[in-house]
């Protein structure tokens, strides 16, 4: 939502300077995105005038100008069509930078003739696209003045950032009631007042729903007004929508616009002499279609709500006018459109046809239901006062929407829910202030709700609306009461492995990463695939459609990007959930990890080496050590899945049916798809697979057994088939003497035509 400063204090009455209001925002839970000062860029340039415009002797298209920059006379070679003898125009000195080009100015030779700055169009001073003409400015304006300050460019624009419950924020006079309650200034009446129509409107409105609840329209307001003249707005409204972004279009338009921003009303106006018969607003019929002011054509199924006359659709309701009934230059008579639309089949309607307007942005998040009558009102002051005309009787079909409710309201909820100790007194004013009304009776208040405030429903709301216009910051900081012993744990079992996990792999210096729980359709084959219920209806991006089966394949890609930017070698780890389908006991708690490149930083003493199947491995089995898996009773299984290198991967069993971990290089095939290069080495530990750690009957530790015999370390070799695995060896031999034996390990291998 952006605002000029000038267009809030229409709104408030206030001393405050920017400064002041930029801090005060955030406080109210309005967070400023940016605060942009369009005169910075422009400083330099001046208002001058051409004192002399005669023909270049040597360019059938170009003047050249004697310019009076009120401090000297220059000579400018202009090719705009309207330079002329007495224009009073904006004037740019060598040297100056022109933010609409990007260029800087010096002094050149143009068909012979030196031309010293130049006299600028809107576009080269950023704006608008207009740069068929350079800018005109009033006869009596004082030359040599400062451009921006004449033109009002010295007004900075507010970028607030307004979350999807404070709809009412959406206008200008929504922001500057909030600060008003802030005590930023004090909130200026707002004049409705009724236009006194002088004719009966020849065109009507009809409600053409069943009973449908909640009706689609329940309330519209519409008037005729003829004899506009419909040109291009007057320069203060063209300059507050250039301002915020908007591009003027005409009078008519801007002043919807105008609505729209101002008072969060959107509005439409209709051609009235394209209007055949009367208005109808219905459900469109299947295969309608609508030729939309955007130039695309959209086609209607019944969920969608519409304005049509006797014969077609004529606009999208809520969303966007057609092209056959909007207003140009020749418009004369208009019909204008105030109503309120079902905020949830507008966000249908919006989405299934990919439309995105400032109307639909609106009423998908609530308008003010009785502001319907207050904004026709306000429009038509404007219409008539900007373009002329005369104006109809209202046309009223359906009645305002029951917006009215109370809620109770305890006043000791400040102190128990949020914190703050507040008079009875203070607490009246901040509602009062924000447009509550409050009923004292006694224990509880009865608090009217505005009806601008859709989105308070209950007490704690009424709590967070006192809280934050008081201040956050006043909240006491209080420290909990202290607690000799704690009952239960604030953890379980199964939170406190993932934390464990977390330390132990970032303790063998692997780097924490936190990715999507999505990734792409195209790379899920890779990892499995994915059940039709894992790809999502509404991916946040193209490339995110789909549940990852695996975390692995986002840390490979997150170690191919870290390599594409100069870092080949990396490891990187994640503890969080993969999906196999959508059933709850589909989702699996995970910690996985990959080291990419090589082992370690170069060193002459110990070279670094590529990772390998045994770096992942190692890793999974230090993890389960300090998880407390039976490491000793972990049987290792040619079993991983098919993303894993088949000769260089395992899986980390329990029995014939717990798999613990899967490790092993990644598959090349795999890689080279991904577009990563390898070697990559990884593992997926499943830390809900991992059996529940032992409850101790009490405190007290066991007793320290110590043997009586001093270690002794034997080298033994056996000879046997080279089908053997190492682990099979290792408990056989771990299995002569269990007492006695405490550790078995493979340390080396020979193999050859000698044996």
Not at 496 to 513: D, I, M, P, S
Request: with cysteine.
């Amino acid at each position: 939502m952006k605002l000029t400063l000038s267009w809030l204090k229409e709104h408030l009455d206030t001393d405050a300077g920017l400064d002041e209001i930029v801090a005060a925002l955030p406080a109210l839970g309005l967070d400023v995105d940016s605060v942009i000062d369009r005169g910075e860029s422009l400083k330099g340039f001046i208002v001058a005038k051409v004192r002399e415009a005669k023909p270049h002797p040597d360019a059938d298209r170009l003047s050249v100008c004697q310019v009076d920059t009120g401090s000297g006379t220059v000579e400018v070679v202009c090719g705009a069509p309207n330079a002329r003898t007495g224009l009073i125009g904006v004037f740019a000195p060598s040297g100056s930078y022109i933010p609409g080009t990007g260029i800087t100015l010096k002094e050149t030779k143009i068909r012979g003739i030196t031309s010293n700055g130049m006299l600028l169009s809107e576009r080269e001073m950023g704006l608008s696209d207009d740069h068929d003409r350079i800018i005109e400015l009033a006869d009596d304006t004082p030359i040599g003045a400062s451009a921006i300050e004449v033109m009002g460019l010295d007004d900075p624009v507010i970028d607030i950032e307004i979350t999807p419950n404070r709809a009412d924020c959406l206008g200008v006079r929504g922001i500057a009631r909030d600060l008003a309650a802030k005590g930023i200034g004090t909130l200026k009446p707002l004049n409705a007042e009724p236009v006194k129509g002088t004719f009966e409107s020849p065109i009507r409105v009809r409600l053409d729903f069943g009973a449908d609840s909640p009706s689609p329209c329940p309330y519209f307001i519409g008037r005729t007004i003829r004899g506009v003249k419909n040109g291009e707005s007057p320069q203060w409204l063209k300059d507050r929508l250039n301002a915020i972004g908007l591009r003027p279009i005409s009078a008519l338009v801007d002043i919807t616009n105008l609505m729209a921003f101002g008072h969060c009303r959107p509005m439409h106006v209709f051609d009235a002499d394209s209007i055949r018969g009367d208005l109808h607003v219905r459900l469109a019929r299947a295969g309608e279609k609508l030729t939309a002011l955007d130039g695309e054509t959209h086609t209607l199924d019944p969920s969608m709500t519409v304005i049509a006359d006797d014969h077609a659709v004529e606009s999208l309701a809520g969303v966007i006018g057609g092209a056959r009934t909007g207003c140009t230059e020749k418009t004369v008579d208009v019909f204008v459109e105030s109503a309120y639309f079902d905020p949830i089949r507008t966000a249908e309607t919006g989405r299934r046809l990919n439309v995105m307007s400032d109307a639909r942005y609106r009423f998908e998040r609530g308008v003010d239901p009785a502001m319907v009558r207050g904004g026709m009102e306000i429009a038509t002051r404007l219409i008539l006062e900007i373009c002329g005309g005369e104006a109809s009787d209202l046309v009223i079909a359906g009645d305002e929407p029951a917006w009215q409710r109370t809620v109770a309201f305890r006043p000791d909820r400040l102190r128990t829910l949020g914190g703050v100790t507040l008079s009875a007194d203070t607490a009246k004013a901040i509602l009062a202030l924000l447009g509550f009304s409050v009923e004292d009776t006694g224990t509880a208040w009865q608090v009217s709700v505005p009806s601008w405030r859709g989105d308070i429903v209950g007490e704690a709301d009424l709590v967070e609306e006192i809280l934050r216009v008081n201040g956050y910051d006043n909240i006491p900081a209080v420290s909990l009461p202290r607690i000799d012993s704690v009952p239960q744990p604030a953890l379980d079992s199964l939170q406190v492995r993932r934390k464990t996990a977390r330390r132990a792999l970032a303790a063998r210096g692997l780097y924490e990463a936190v990715t999507y729980s999505f990734m792409s359709s195209n790379a899920v084959g890779l990892f499995g695939g994915a059940a039709d219920a894992m790809h999502l209806a509404n991916p946040i991006s193209s490339d995110l459609d789909v549940m990852r089966p695996s975390i692995l394949p986002n840390l490979i890609a997150a170690a191919g990007r870290n390599a594409d930017r100069g870092y080949g070698d990396g490891a990187l780890f994640e503890v969080g959930p993969q999906y196999a389908g959508a059933a709850p006991e589909d989702q699996r708690m995970v910690a996985a990890g990959i080291r990419a490149g090589q082992t370690g930083p170069r060193h002459w003493a110990n070279p670094p080496r590529p990772c390998d199947v045994y770096d992942a491995k190692a890793d999974a089995l230090a993890v389960l050590d300090v998880l407390g898996a039976p490491v000793a009773n972990v049987q290792i299984a040619a079993s991983a899945p098919g993303w894993y290198h088949p000769g260089r991967s395992g899986a980390l069993t329990l029995g014939p049916k717990t798999v613990l971990a899967y490790f092993g290089e990644i598959h090349p095939r795999v890689l080279m798809a991904m577009g990563v290069k390898g070697p990559v080495a990884g593992f997926e530990i499943l830390l809900d697979h991992l059996p529940l750690p032992k409850v101790r009957k009490g405190p007290a530790r066991p007793a320290l057994e110590l043997s009586a015999f001093q270690p002794v370390e034997r080298d033994f070799a056996f000879v046997v088939d080279e089908h053997v695995e190492a682990a099979a060896l290792m408990r056989a031999a771990a299995a002569a003497d269990k007492a006695l034996i405490v550790c078995v390990d493979v340390f080396d291998v020979f193999a050859g035509g000698n044996i």
